[in-house]
């Protein structure tokens, strides 16, 4: 086996070729790692239907119907109330406020959208356009997060969130007049991803970006490992009968297609095209940019980035406004050729 220090140099290489290419996919990548864990919600949104839908009125309402997944019972909120606990709920409210400005005009945005999409109800929760889990955008009412979060939390930042969510009263982010789908995740591993490369449609203002402000984000970096054993059962278990053993796995899984984002669009396993979705799923990985090592009897699987990496990078934005970026710029970088529009 190469040592780490090859496989360093290897994947600055394949960082500069092609990405068609069919690589050894065992002896061509390489991550750094640091242990970390992190605190936000993670967002997986079934997106494969993301559209632009017209505009709605702009007029805020003042009252919103929300199913409740926790007791399965629709809700009436006010509309700025339940913006609030999302921002609580989906960023940390140790995050820079032009961060979670930012946040909040997302957060917005993506409820107006669901609203007018799903004006006669969600398949999903028939009875309500969005509802409080990962399903839609996560929400927590106040009782709730003082409860989950503590009494001290609540009194050093729910004031910051109001504010952050107040002094962007009304903004929502339109593409061609449009109101359009912010979508959002944690942390994209240093460029997001075009939608069409993961929710197979390709949207306008989705674009592939760079994301170079992530170095404080807990999983930045992360690692699986289990037993070659394990990974070749899994395998097997999933996709049938394939070559597969502890000598050839450098030979029989190779690199497929990689993003512009940097993530892995398929694997050749045995002749056979997988997408990184899939493997992401089969062992339950922070993000489709991922590799393998193989040392003797285990195989250890690193991963860079958190999320499915299409919008809006939590943590890029944080980084960004710790840059001296406002939530208007962070905004504008994420969501290609956007305008953030008052509503009356």
């Known amino acids: 086996m190469l040592n780490r220090l090859i496989y360093a140099l290897i994947v600055f290489a394949m960082l500069l070729s092609i990405p068609n290419l069919s690589l050894n996919f065992f002896e061509k990548k390489m991550n750094l790692i640091t242990a970390a864990e992190i605190h936000e919600t993670e967002k997986e949104n079934n997106l494969h239907d993301i559209k632009i839908v017209e505009t709605p009125e702009r007029e805020e309402p003042n009252l919103i119907k929300v199913f409740n997944n926790k007791t399965n019972e629709v809700m009436v909120i006010d509309f700025e109330e339940y913006i609030k606990g999302v921002v609580a709920s989906e960023m940390p409210g140790e995050f820079n406020i032009e961060a979670l400005k930012a946040q909040s005009v997302t957060a917005r945005t993506y409820l107006l959208y669901r609203m007018k999409k799903y004006a006669h109800g969600h398949p999903e929760h028939s009875d309500a356009p969005i509802c ?22 609540y009194e050093a930042y729910w004031g910051k969130i109001e504010e952050a969510v107040n002094s962007t009263r009304g903004q929502i982010l339109t593409y061609e007049g449009k109101i359009i789908e912010p979508l959002y995740h944690s942390t994209s591993g240093g460029r997001t991803e075009n939608s069409e490369d993961v929710f197979s449609v390709a949207v306008p203002y989705l674009r592939s970006v760079e994301s170079p402000y992530e170095e404080e984000a807990p999983k930045l970096y992360d690692s699986v490992k289990v037993s070659v054993g394990q990974f070749i059962e899994k395998i ?38 997988v997408s990184g979705r899939e493997i992401r799923s089969l062992f339950n990985l922070n993000s489709t940019n991922f590799s393998f090592i193989q040392t003797g009897n285990e195989i250890e699987i690193l991963t860079t980035g958190y999320g499915h990496g299409v919008g809006m990078s939590q943590w890029g934005a944080e980084g960004m406004a710790n840059k001296g970026y406002n939530y208007e710029e962070i905004l504008k970088h994420y969501y290609t050729d956007v305008e953030i529009v008052s509503m009356k």
């Open 132 to 153: 409080t889990g990962i399903h839609c955008q996560v929400w927590s009412s106040k009782d709730e997060i003082i409860k989950s979060k503590g009494e001290e939390w």
């Open 236 to 273: 097997k278990s999933q996709y049938g009968h394939v070559d597969l053993t502890e000598n050839n796995l450098d030979e029989k899984i190779q690199l497929g297609e990689v993003s512009e984002g940097g993530k892995i669009k398929t694997v050749i396993i045995d002749g056979k095209e």
